[in-house]
């Protein structure tokens, strides 16, 4: 992890209608880190990644990628959407293909084998390729979708709750496919996610969101010394103090 800025979010504001769930939101996010994204439902946690990758707009205020723009780059971006998102009328080498065939004009056959080694790294075996999402686990179908992210050799990548539905020993195991990920392919990683254990076992640092702003970032560590409110009660509740003591473990 460095210094430098790979997302810079200032004053973002969000209305739905008389809703407002962002109000004056400011956030760094450091290149090459996991930065782990938490905050009560409906805080807008997904709508601020939904917006970080230009899915939607924001109402006001300004996301840019400093680095990258510096660099002379065009950030590219991966999503791991919630529940995988992947289509379900295709193979799940297929799913992995279709951001290849949409944006490059390699061969099918250089396709085919560079979804088959997205698959790989993403620890999906290679009898399940030729499978359709309705016949393979929900384990497996985050996996997929995770290949899919990084197809095209995304800078960023962002995961929503990529651990929920998921067992424990699942859940660890998929914490650390993505670390492994992030490090060996130095990615940036944007993690929504409601998993204790996931923000203990890989995340650098931790942003929580409440009443439309940040408010608290830094390690666990940083973060517990001035909790206060809902922070404190999420961090130091009774699945807070155990994934605390299951990271000492480790």
Same mark, same amino acid.
């Given at each position: 992890?460095s210094?430098?800025i790979?997302i ?5 504001v969000?209305?739905? +209608?008389?809703?407002?769930v ?7 996010v450091?290149? +090459? ?22 899915l939607?707009e924001?109402?006001?205020g300004?996301?840019? #990628?400093?680095? #990258?723009?510096?660099s002379?780059?065009?950030p590219?971006?991966g999503?791991m959407f919630?529940?995988?998102a992947?289509f ?10 279709a951001?290849l065939r949409e944006h490059?004009?390699l ?5 085919a084998?560079?979804a088959?080694l997205?698959?790989?790294?993403a ?5 399940a390729?030729h499978k359709?999402p309705?016949?393979i686990? +929900? ?11 990084i197809?095209l050799?995304p800078?960023l990548?962002f995961l929503d709750?990529?651990?929920a539905?998921?067992?424990?020993i699942s859940?660890?195991? #998929?914490?650390e496919?993505?670390r492994?990920?992030?490090?060996s ?5 944007f993690?929504?996610t409601?998993d204790l254990d996931?923000?203990h076992?890989?995340c650098?640092r931790?942003a929580?969101l ?7 970032i830094?390690?666990i560590p ?5 909790a ?7 961090f130091?509740g009774p ?11 480790r």
């Amino acid at each position: 992890m460095s210094d430098e800025i790979a997302i810079c979010v200032r004053g973002l504001v969000t209305r739905f +209608g008389e809703q407002t769930v962002h109000n004056g939101l400011d956030l760094d996010v450091r290149r +090459g880190e996991i930065l782990g994204v938490v905050g009560p439902s409906g805080t807008g946690k997904s709508v601020l990644l939904r917006e970080i990758v230009e899915l939607d707009e924001p109402t006001e205020g300004e996301i840019t #990628f400093p680095y #990258f723009t510096e660099s002379n780059l065009e950030p590219r971006r991966g999503v791991m959407f919630q529940d995988g998102a992947l289509f379900s009328n295709l193979t799940i080498l297929e799913n992995v293909e279709a951001p290849l065939r949409e944006h490059t004009h390699l061969s099918p056959n250089l396709r085919a084998e560079i979804a088959a080694l997205k698959l790989s790294m993403a620890g999906l075996d290679p009898s399940a390729h030729h499978k359709r999402p309705a016949q393979i686990s +929900g384990g497996m179908r985050k996996r997929a979708a995770v290949a899919r992210a990084i197809a095209l050799d995304p800078e960023l990548l962002f995961l929503d709750e990529p651990t929920a539905g998921l067992d424990p020993i699942s859940a660890a195991n #998929f914490d650390e496919m993505t670390r492994d990920l992030a490090r060996s392919l130095g990615l940036t990683v944007f993690l929504v996610t409601h998993d204790l254990d996931t923000l203990h076992a890989i995340c650098d640092r931790v942003a929580v969101l409440y009443d439309g702003r940040v408010a608290a970032i830094g390690t666990i560590p940083e973060i517990e010394a001035k909790a206060e409110g809902w922070v404190k009660e999420y961090f130091s509740g009774p699945r807070g103090r155990a994934a605390t003591r299951g990271a000492a473990e480790r």
